[in-house]
Every structure is written in C-alpha cells, then in structure tokens.
C-alpha cells in the first residue's frame, strides 16, 4: 500500500537557519504530494502541493519539488522564523486511491529567536 | 464561510460511555473524512465518505460508527468507549472530481477526547 516516510524530529533550529525536512514515498501509480502544517492547537493546513513529476510548490517561503526518480518531496526554507515553529506533515493522495491522505508521523520544528 | 467545524473542543468520557463528536462544513464539499492523530503516529484515517448516505471504513474504524445524511454533516459515534480512543480527532473535508481527481483537504480545528 501507499506509505510516507518522513524525517524524525524533533528539529531545533535558530531563527534564519536554513530549514530541510526529508519525506520519501511508495506509492502505486501518479500520486499528488502535500506537505500540511499544524500549529499548536489548531488543525492541519496545506502548505503546498505538487501534482505531478517536477512540479515544484511553494508557500510562505517554503518550497518542495516533486522527484519521482528518487520518491522524494523534501520540504525546505532558506531562513526560518519563530513563527514556523509547528509540526509539518507529508503526505501523499493518489497512487491506488486517489482521495484518500497518506501521512507521515510529522516533524516537530521549533524555531529559537 | 466557517470552513469545516468540530464540537467539542475537549471532552472527557469514562470507560463505556457514549458520545458523538459533530462536523459540519459549509464549502459544498462532497467528500468528507474523520482521523484520529496520536502522538509521534500522524494521522490514521477512521472513516471517510464520498457523498450523502455513503460511507466506508478507513485503516481504524473499529469502535466507531458514522452517518451521513445531509451534504454538511458528518457525525462521529463512538458507543463504548475505551482508553485506546483516547486521541485528538479531526474532521476534514474536500472536493472531488473524476474528472480534476482530489482537491485538498480542509481540517476542523480537532477535538481532544480523553478516555479514564
């Protein structure tokens, strides 16, 4: 079945240092790739997305590119801030069942002034 | 548009009690979702359902029930409650097409259960 593989956390970074959080897939078919953000004590929300091979999403200074030759769709950001202190999930929909969300376990990022 | 809502925000519940968690989401969305997040585990989705009066079981639906008799509403049952429910649940909601596929998913603010 489909699966995300996320790096573990938690990240600890000083504000405007250089963010990279690691996420490979497996999945069957073309999946659509997601990286949603959760701050403390709220609901997930999407960050961005790409659809499809080589598209690359990008959102509030992070980026994230599609690779399927590696399964890969690693979220990064060039200089941090406090407030992108949150859990970041990756997450794939597609592959054998195109609605559904497969997540990762999420990355805890806290971010130090 | 208030987007999709959960109530309760935070609700204790003793072993064998019942309750249900309400979700309700104003966009038009046809596509309707419950998860339960764990600590360190994401999310596992629980029950899903395509449209009114379709539902199906996700990767955990055991000790839950759902329905879905109207568009907005997609009501959670849990009918004996255990401390392995113990969890934050979400509600979420998109839009689908077979033709566009999956647009993404938007999540209520949770509800935090806690079963002793």
């Known amino acids: 079945g489909d699966s995300v593989t996320q790096m573990e956390g938690p990240v600890t970074l000083s504000e405007e240092a250089c963010l990279t959080i690691n996420c490979t897939y497996t999945a069957t078919g073309y999946p659509s790739l997601f990286w949603y953000v959760q701050y403390p004590g709220e609901g997930l929300q999407l960050l961005l997305k790409?659809?499809?091979?080589?598209d690359k999403g990008s959102n509030k200074g992070f980026e994230a590119t599609y690779r399927k030759e590696t399964t890969s769709f690693h979220l990064e950001k060039g200089s941090v801030q406090v407030s992108d202190s949150a859990v970041y999930f990756c997450?794939?929909?597609?592959?054998?069942?195109?609605?559904?969300?497969?997540f990762g376990k999420g990355t805890l990022l806290t971010v130090n002034p | 548009n208030a987007g999709v809502t959960q109530t309760p925000k935070f609700r204790i519940l003793k072993i064998g009690q019942s309750m249900t968690l309400q979700c309700a989401q104003d966009?038009?969305?046809?596509?309707m979702y419950w998860y339960r997040q764990d600590p360190g585990m994401g999310l596992k989705l629980i029950y899903y359902?395509?449209?009114?009066?379709?539902?199906d079981k996700g990767e955990v639906p055991n000790g839950y029930n759902v329905s879905r008799s109207t568009t907005e509403d997609f009501p959670l049952r849990l009918e004996l409650a255990a401390p392995s429910q113990t969890s934050v649940y979400f509600c979420?909601?998109?839009?689908?097409?077979?033709?566009?596929?999956?647009?993404?998913?938007?999540f209520g603010p949770g509800t935090r259960l806690t079963v002793t």
């Open positions: 359902s395509v449209g009114a009066g379709i539902t």
């Open positions: 966009m038009n969305h046809n596509y």
């Open positions: 979420a909601s998109s839009y689908f097409s077979p033709r566009a596929g999956n647009y993404e998913q938007y």
């Open positions: 997450a794939l929909s597609g592959g054998g069942s195109n609605y559904k969300l497969t």
């Open positions: 790409a659809t499809k091979a080589d």
